[in-house]
């Protein structure tokens, strides 16, 4: 494995992903954040929770890269499109499966059957995120597969 190579690209795709994914609620194509909502699992203080979320979205965009590299490693390429396909393979777990069941591990989010509750405050994401926006799903899309491409096409095999 090339870890240099992975240091740095791993980095900078997180960089575009998380930037991405911030310009997408910025500009208003999705109500989702992701680091508050990761950040409110830790602390129910908004400012500490926007903070704690961020770098554990970024560890977290840096340690899944090392899943992209494993595959490009094990098939001995990273091209832009192998990247493409991959980041588009985890967007769609993440949309289909880890956003709806956040609820069942988030302290702080609302149940879709029960809704909230005086601690329960935050709005699951359901289904798709669509429950932040209905275009929450495109910006997702479009970011894990950028991230991928970011990947692929930089990253040296070894």
Known sequence: ???NSWLLWGFASTVVLTSILAA????????????????????????????IGFFLHFA???????????AFQILHKATWW???IIGLVQAIFV???????????????????????VVRQLEPPGFLG???GIRTPISVLVAHTIFGIILGAFYVVK
């Not at 997408?24 to 830790?42: A, D, E, H, K, V």
């Not at 949309?95 to 509750?117: C, K, S």
């Open 60 to 70: 977290n965009g840096w340690l899944f890269s090392l899943v992209y590299v494993a």
């Open 24 to 51: 997408s609620q910025g500009i208003g194509m999705t109500r989702m954040n992701i680091p508050y909502l990761l950040g409110t699992i830790f602390t129910p203080d908004r400012d500490r929770a926007k903070l």
């Open 130 to 132: 669509l429950h932040y």
């Open 82 to 84: 192998l990247g493409a």
């Open 95 to 117: 949309l289909t499966m880890t956003l709806p069941v956040l609820p069942a591990l988030h302290p702080r989010m609302a149940d879709e059957q029960y809704g909230p509750t």
């Open 1 to 3: 494995m090339n870890w």
